[in-house]
């Protein structure tokens, strides 16, 4: 019994995979209290894990963050703008940060890599340097990334996979956006 290698256990925030799975239904419901719920628990999952929460965790919970606010009427259209500008540069910096360390890769490039549309980055460089976009660009910029954060980190995790979509939708989707991106509503 000695010589046996016990595996090394890996110390998370979370109890376990029943809530691990509760606040990933709970991010990806329509449901605003239910989003809620998830927050408020994402939340003390970061008072206990510190700077070691995932980043796709910390991503997706401020991106939702948002969508609650815009569906409580609270806010005015520019505030939205402004807390999905947020959450849209800070997710696009992080993901992409820790290859940009390595060498100075221009970002629609590591977007590429990572599969994250160009529109986004192109909304994000809008958001950082030029006039902020309209208010339902930022919304469709939200949706996106939660769906890539969705598809990428969190159906992955436990193999679950939330709210399917098909391939020719999500192309649709790209398409659309990418026309919405190339036209003059950003005025």
Known sequence: ARGQ????RTVVAWRGRTEWDQVMV?????????QQEALDRVSAWKSRYGPKMPLA???TSELVRCKVL??????????????????L??????????????????L??????????????????ELTHGKLPQL??????????????????????????LCEESEDEDEQEDIEANTEMNSDTWE
């Open 136 to 161: 339902a660009l930022c919304r469709k910029g939200c949706d996106v990334v939660l769906d890539w954060l969705r598809k990428t980190y969190w159906s992955r995790q436990l193999g679950n996979n």
């Open 5 to 8: 290698l016990r595996p090394l």
């Open 26 to 34: 709970g991010l990806y419901c329509r449901d605003s209290r239910l």
């Open 89 to 106: 540069v800070r997710f696009v910096n992080l993901i992409t940060e820790r290859k940009q360390k390595m060498v100075n890769i221009p």
């Open 108 to 125: 629609r490039q590591l977007a590429r890599e990572v599969d994250i549309p160009i529109w986004v980055v192109d909304l994000r460089h």
């Open 57 to 59: 965790v910390d991503c």
């Open 70 to 87: 815009d569906s409580s009427g609270k806010l005015r259209s520019h505030e939205l703008i402004l807390s999905y500008g947020l959450a």
